[in-house]
């Protein structure tokens, strides 16, 4: 019996030993998989794009982070004019399709060509998120459905955002400071931060680009995150989801009529749904393009 008992526990023991080398390989042919097709990509960030690497300090975290800025092309052709700024997370997918990994929203194309059609400057300005803990680093509040999540540190993030970054951009450029000149914008869980920073700071933005929000993370407080707001009429935002992330857009409408409810004008809400298109990054480059110049000035966007 006791032999039996062995030989099974040794056929076990092989069947794990074969998984774990399927696994292993499986893991090690996509990881040379995505070296070979990134060392495919080329730098595609126009010229008047700013890497800035481990250029600013993440005071509560007790580190260095990278900032990309976009300066409209004629900043440097005199020293007089001031832009809005629109603030980004996930700051590494705006310009460069190597620091994207492969799909960048093309921001600085849209910007650049709205720009040279006679439309609005504006600077625009991303972070990158953790490395290692995006996840809690882009949640103002734990999940409730999430386990062992107890710490997350989003609301300290947004303050960043909203005092020490923004003190930072307007300390070096040429800004127009007000909040009906500065916006904040995201995906996913940035997309979450960007409607939660909207909401918590409304002396520091009135223009929100918001694609595809996180809003599932605890519905129980981000449904009643308008409620903080003192006068929503002077917030415009841009809301989008991909038509295949159906969670996502039932919430991003839920999210819609709350807002319009509580006083956001209508003419000052965008609200669209990408055809086709699922949680993932085509569909914020999509949404950028409409996004742009829509929400400096207000119309119709671009299809």
Known sequence: MKRIFLTIIGGFGLIALFLGL?????????????????????????????????????????????????????????????????????????????????TEWEADEVVNATIAAGGPAAILVGVPASEDDRSREYKPFPSPHVRFENTVYGKEHMAWYANELKAWVDERYRTLPGPEHTGIGGCSLGGLMAYYGLMEYPEVYHLGVVFSPSLWVDEDSTF????????????????????????????AEKARDLLLAAGLKEENLYFDV??????????????FKKAYPWILEGGKPER
Do not use: C
């Open 22 to 102: 399927v696994l292993g390989w499986k893991e090690f042919r996509e990881r040379k998989e995505h070296q070979a097709f990134m060392a495919t990509l080329v730098p595609s960030a126009a010229p008047n794009v700013l890497n800035l690497p481990d250029t600013i300090s993440l005071d509560y975290l007790g580190e260095q982070r990278d900032v990309y800025v976009y300066l409209p092309p004629d900043y440097h052709a005199e020293d007089t004019t001031r832009y809005p700024v629109l603030y980004f997370f996930d700051g590494d997918n705006l310009f460069d399709a190597v620091t994207a990994q492969g």
């Open 224 to 251: 009643v995150l308008h409620e903080r707001h003192p006068d929503l009429s002077k917030v415009r935002m841009f809301l989008d989801a991909g038509e295949l992330e159906t969670p996502t857009v039932i919430n």
């Open 274 to 287: 990408e055809p086709g298109e699922g949680h993932w990054h085509m569909t914020w480059r999509k949404g």
